[in-house]
């Protein structure tokens, strides 16, 4: 059975391609530590042997978990395809370029045509992450009970449906996988009846623009994770950020302002710290800008190495800074660096000109996923593309705020149970970050943002994606002109496109195609 081309960077294969090697040809093969720091070279073949062994563990994983689900396994596997159509182009490092169209205003004095952007969206590796995780926790008994009880805590008090009240998490503590997902599914399938007995966040909120937020930086063109954001880029008359009540969109006023990832794959790192600063804004009081750069380095320098892997788990990498007690730095600590210059060599397997127009006078930058000071060159191994780097964090000053636990959601056995669990998320006032597939209806929205579901437009690959979502609104809230939701309803999402893609930098997407391209989801549930 086919299911279409599945994409593992070259660099993946260098444990295998050695394996493959004759002990009599490996005796005449070049050392590829030759001229290099012993542990630097072994730990980068470390790193890619893991990366390699990580990514076919976790398919096998999930061909495992799907054997006797033929429809599961066709659907999961369809996603993970390579991202396909004439507006998409390789990167070379697992992610891909895809150009969109923007609603961004013409240069001052400039007669100009529509406007287009190009972004990154991710490959198989990210992709496989979050199914991964998915097919665990639709398999584990402890986190659907944790997630239970969580749902639990929040219900309003006495709620039942015709007098059946849901089990208290107490009586199934040794409940088996069963027992436990009927709990679940009672509570997710009430979520209608749920939602208009829930209060709003207690913290009022801050009254702080763009330029107001804690720890922002100014505006700035070429770094900043602002660059192409416009005060002409003005809500939609007929898009839900502008015309939902406040009482239908409760996180509103807590939000912070819409960023900019540039041409880099970092939007985990985008969705991750805007789902953080809403809870900072929600239980503080405070909107402020923290720095995506700095939660990078960390990820892909110390959590989780990958110095020439962008490609990011958005939950890995926020429970890389739970587990690391990591305090979020602010943005003018570290700007970002969109790198709008940079290109990346297939046969070294390393970017370049990662840090043009970056000043001299940040904490660092380098030819690397994380951009951490220090350098990285690469060589070509038996035709294989071999980075090295010696990178070092740059220990610039943190905040007083980090998180302290996240709240898995998504099951990849069941994406209408995961969808239920999503709106709740968001009504118990949780941040939620959601990972899925960009499809064409999604690249192209109209300046309204709605996305609506279409069965032919979710077989289209775009590539993977991560984004915050922040509200919910049904077809009988939405305003005059808008489509209706092929299931009922959107979730109200907030992009790193900037705020000139879509309406002001947020989409709304049916239900249902959040079932169709989905493959995870997860809240930010607690902060200190």
């Given at each position: 059975?086919?299911?279409?081309?599945?994409?593992?960077?070259?660099?993946?294969?260098?444990?295998?391609?050695?394996?493959?090697?004759?002990?009599?040809l490996a005796q005449?093969?070049?050392?590829?530590?030759?001229?290099?720091?012993?542990?630097?070279?072994?730990?980068?073949?470390?790193?890619?042997?893991?990366?390699?062994?990580?990514?076919?563990?976790?398919?096998?994983?999930?061909?495992?978990?799907?054997?006797?689900?033929?429809?599961?396994?066709?659907?999961?596997?369809?996603?993970?395809?390579?991202?396909?159509?004439?507006?998409?182009?390789?990167?070379?490092?697992?992610?891909?370029?895809?150009?969109?169209?923007?609603?961004?205003?013409?240069?001052?004095g400039i007669q100009c045509g529509p406007q287009h952007q190009t972004i990154v969206t991710h490959g198989m590796s990210t992709k496989l992450s979050g199914m991964f995780r998915g097919a665990v926790f639709a398999g584990d008994r402890n986190l659907q009970l944790m997630l239970y009880g969580q749902a639990y805590s929040h219900l309003p008090p006495g709620f039942n449906i015709n007098g059946v009240y849901p089990p208290n998490p107490a009586s199934l503590t040794f409940a088996d996988l069963t027992t436990i997902g009927e709990a679940l599914a009672f509570i997710g399938n009430a979520w209608q009846f749920i939602l208009p007995n829930l209060p709003p966040p207690n913290t009022p909120p801050s009254t702080a623009d763009c330029n107001g937020e804690a720890g922002t930086t100014p505006q700035h063109q070429l770094y900043g994770d602002r660059t192409q954001n416009s005060t002409s880029c003005t809500p939609s008359s007929s898009g839900l950020y502008g015309t939902l009540p406040d009482d239908k969109f409760p996180l509103r006023k807590y939000l912070t302002c819409v960023k900019e990832q540039g041409a880099r794959g970092t939007c985990h790192a985008f969705a991750d710290t805007s789902a953080f600063e809403l809870m900072i804004s929600m239980n503080h009081g405070v909107k402020a800008n923290f720095s995506e750069q700095d939660l990078m380095e960390h990820y892909r320098t110390l959590w989780t190495p990958g110095y020439e892997h962008e490609s990011g788990d958005a939950f890995e990498e926020l429970t890389g800074a739970i587990n690391n007690n990591y305090f979020f730095a602010y943005e003018y600590r570290w700007d970002y660096n969109p790198s709008y210059g940079r290109g990346f060599n297939d046969t070294t397997g390393v970017y370049f000109n990662s840090c043009q127009n970056f000043p001299n006078t940040e904490p660092g930058c380098s030819d690397s996923a994380p951009q951490a000071p220090g350098i990285c060159v690469g060589i070509n191994f038996l035709g294989?593309?071999?980075?090295?780097?010696?990178?070092?964090?740059?220990?610039?000053?943190?905040?007083?705020?980090?998180?302290?636990?996240?709240?898995?959601?998504?099951?990849?056995?069941?994406?209408?149970?995961?969808?239920?669990?999503?709106?709740?998320?968001?009504?118990?006032?949780?941040?939620?970050?959601?990972?899925?597939?960009?499809?064409?209806?999604?690249?192209?929205?109209?300046?309204?943002?709605?996305?609506?579901?279409?069965?032919?437009?979710?077989?289209?690959?775009?590539?993977?994606?991560?984004?915050?979502?922040?509200?919910?609104?049904?077809?009988?809230?939405?305003?005059?002109?808008?489509?209706?939701?092929?299931?009922?309803?959107?979730?109200?999402?907030?992009?790193?496109?900037?705020?000139?893609?879509?309406?002001?930098?947020?989409?709304?997407?049916?239900?249902?195609?959040?079932?169709?391209?989905?493959?995870?989801?997860?809240?930010?549930?607690?902060?200190n």
């Open positions: 059975m086919r299911f279409g081309k599945l994409n593992i960077h070259p660099s993946h294969f260098l444990v295998m391609a050695l394996a493959l090697t004759t002990p009599a005449h093969a070049p050392n590829p530590c030759t001229g290099l720091p012993a542990a630097v070279c072994s730990q980068v073949l470390r790193q890619n042997q893991g990366f390699a062994n990580q990514d076919l563990m976790r398919l096998h994983y999930i061909l495992d978990f799907t054997k006797d689900k033929p429809g599961l396994r066709d659907h999961l596997l369809g996603l993970l395809k390579d991202p396909q159509g004439d507006d998409v182009m390789p990167v070379g490092d697992g992610n891909f370029f895809v150009t969109v169209p923007t609603n961004a205003p013409c240069p001052p294989i593309p071999l980075p090295l780097c010696s990178l070092h964090d740059a220990g610039i000053p943190e905040s007083k705020y980090r998180p302290t636990l996240l709240t898995r959601f998504w099951n990849s056995n069941d994406t209408e149970l995961s969808k239920e669990y999503m709106i709740l998320s968001v009504a118990f006032n949780n941040a939620v970050v959601l990972g899925f597939n960009v499809t064409p209806a999604f690249e192209n929205v109209a300046s309204n943002g709605y996305v609506v579901y279409n069965a032919d437009d979710v077989t289209i690959n775009k590539g993977g994606h991560y984004v915050h979502v922040v509200g919910i609104a049904g077809n009988d809230e939405l305003p005059d002109g808008a489509p209706q939701a092929h299931s009922g309803g959107y979730f109200i999402v907030k992009n790193s496109w900037s705020n000139c893609f879509a309406d002001s930098g947020y989409l709304y997407l049916d239900f249902d195609y959040v079932k169709a391209v989905g493959w995870d989801g997860f809240s930010v549930s607690s902060v």
